[in-house]
């Protein structure tokens, strides 16, 4: 009886140790994706020269929600060497767009102004050329 124990435990523990080797998987090849071209834009650009000479470049875009009917506005902003896609939220003073990084306020009087999410002030004074 102890022998057939120790048999059978043995060859369970055997059984249970083989490396089962994975069957091959064959891979596709991926379809040729499309060149971005980055030299084009769909709008017309909007430069605002700001205080201290900084430079603030504006696309603007008009995205279509289809959750709602309503037209939703973005703009790319250019500040330095980064562009970011910000888009329109709802303020009382002036249009206002945000991302995660950055944001753009203009106001009516024409002094926009560009913060970081911190709220330090990147570009202030800001007048469309």
């Known amino acids: ?14 059984g249970c140790s083989h490396n089962i ?17 980055k030299t084009k834009q769909t709008g017309a650009a909007i ?18 929600n289809r959750k709602s009917a309503k037209n939703m506005e973005a703009i790319y902003l250019t ?4 562009t970011e896609k910000l888009k329109s939220t709802v303020s009382e003073s002036g249009k206002v767009y945000t991302n995660i990084h950055l944001r753009w306020i203009e106001r009516v009087g024409g002094a926009n102004t560009l ?4 709220g330090v002030v990147l570009a202030d004074v800001c007048v469309a050329q």
């Open 115 to 118: 913060t970081n999410s911190v």
């Open 21 to 37: 080797l994975p069957l091959p998987v064959e891979s596709k090849p991926k379809p040729p994706t499309a060149v971005l071209d």
């Open 79 to 82: 500040f330095g060497q980064s």
């Open 1 to 14: 009886m102890k022998t057939t124990a120790l048999f059978l435990f043995s060859l369970l523990l055997a």
């Open 47 to 64: 430069r605002y020269v700001c205080k201290d000479d900084k430079e603030v470049r504006v696309v603007r875009e008009k995205v279509l």
